[in-house]
């Protein structure tokens, strides 16, 4: 039975994580993409470039974390 609340509590948090990083990813897409849209300056050429690698660092993220969630939820029926 500790071994099933255990399990289901890591499922909650990495949920709750996932779900950060959902909402990181589309604020930093936002200004990544408000950034494109005004005069193209160097200076907001480069915060652009560091968006874009925030972006893939957090879609990178997301994939992890679901692969990690589904591959414990089966583990939690076997419990």
Request: no cysteine; hydrophobic share 55%.
């Amino acid at each position: 039975m500790a071994a099933e609340v255990r399990l289901t509590e890591d499922i909650k948090y990495l949920i709750e994580l996932l779900r950060l990083i959902w909402l990181s990813l589309i604020a930093v897409s936002g200004g990544t993409i408000g950034l494109l849209l005004g005069e193209l300056t160097t200076r907001r050429l480069w915060f652009a470039g560091i968006g874009i690698v925030g972006m893939i660092l957090l879609t990178t993220a997301l994939a992890y974390l679901h692969r990690q969630i589904k591959s414990l939820i089966p583990q939690l029926g076997e419990v």
